[in-house]
């Protein structure tokens, strides 16, 4: 499918969200600067505090406007209390389109380079990602908006680079800096739980045009400061806790055999907190079967016949081990 200039544009919806943060910053904790070009840069956890509301809030930006973000407390968990709900009527384009982090982004070489993952609404304009042909959808505009999970400043050349990809002046780009360790990157991270299932629904090959909405939930990790503890939990809180609910246009083999493939536990891999798996491959992320990153419990809902099928269980063992 070829590319086109689509609707919904993703970063005109994601305008007033980003404004919010940026009128709102002192109350989110969070830190407002420019770069020397005048990229905006918004700090949400490596200089300030950032938090909870920051993290759903910036959640919500990197669906593009098109997720509704909540936290919620429950008891059904055991220790913990408080979960992240994500919602959007357009499951496809927000968390594939724009959600994802796909956008690799790398400048300088040895150990002084910045390498990071992006996020959020500028993907669809500056990525290449071949994702995007699939989706037959291209954004374009005057204004950018992208999240990268960093706990370092990015060089001046890093935001040049983005902007000249998205075709925007560097002044029209803001960036929003993520670290996992901090409350607002945990938040963002944990708040990929629907956008986890899309993308191994996407790796199993069903087809995209079939997934109508989608809704998720996950719990709240405590962060880290230990970076490797810090990306556990984060993915632990998905892996082991995680709920979702696909509600396709298939028959019910097909939602079937989706229900059985998509949670965690389907991969061999699956059955340690994530950090040591990590560890045990050498801290190659290449090594861990693609399988694994998916919720714990699913469910999926045909609107062709009316039936659900589940599979998948929540793990309140090893989230208590992974927490802990």
């Not at 905006?40 to 920051?54: F, P, Q, Y």
């Not at 994500?86 to 968390?95: G, I, K, N, R």
């Not at 810090?230 to 939602?255: C, H, K, P, W, Y």
Request: glycine share 8%; with cysteine.
């Amino acid at each position: 499918m070829d590319k086109q200039i689509s609707s919904p544009s993703l970063n005109t919806l994601t305008a007033p969200l980003v404004e919010n943060l940026l009128v709102n910053a002192a109350g989110l904790r969070l830190h407002v600067s420019a770069l020397a070009n005048g990229c905006r840069v918004i700090d949400a956890g490596i200089n300030v505090h950032g938090g909870l509301e920051a993290g759903r809030l910036i959640t919500e930006i990197c669906l593009g406007g098109l997720g509704i973000v909540k936290l919620r407390a429950s008891t059904s968990f055991r220790h913990w209390s408080w979960h992240l709900d994500v919602y959007s009527t357009d499951p496809v384009l927000a968390c594939l389109g724009s959600q994802y982090a796909g956008w690799h982004l790398h400048h300088g070489e040895g150990k002084a380079a910045f390498s990071a993952l992006g996020s959020g609404p500028a993907r669809a304009m500056g990525s290449n990602e071949a994702l995007y042909d699939e989706l037959a959808y291209q954004d374009a505009g005057d204004h950018a908006f992208i999240v990268i999970e960093t706990d370092t400043f990015p060089p001046l050349e890093m935001a040049d680079k983005i902007a000249e990809k998205c075709g925007i002046a560097a002044s029209a780009l803001t960036i929003i800096l993520t670290p996992t360790s901090s409350l607002a990157g945990s938040v963002q991270i944990v708040g990929r739980v629907l956008e986890t299932a899309l993308h191994k629904a996407h790796t199993l090959h069903f087809p995209l045009h079939k997934i109508i909405e989608g809704v998720g939930s996950a719990p709240v990790c405590p962060p880290a400061k230990d970076f490797l503890v810090a990306m556990s939990r984060t993915n632990d809180a998905i892996l082991f806790a995680g709920q979702i609910q696909l509600f396709v246009e298939a028959s019910d083999d097909d939602a079937r055999e989706l229900a059985n493939k998509l949670p965690s536990s389907a991969s061999a891999d699956y059955g340690r907190p994530f950090g040591e798996i990590f560890k045990d491959v050498g801290y190659d992320f290449y090594k861990i079967d693609p399988m694994l990153f998916s919720p714990a419990q699913v469910a999926v809902s045909s609107l062709t016949t009316g039936h659900t099928f589940h599979a998948g269980s929540i793990d309140l063992d090893l989230l208590d081990a992974s927490f802990n």
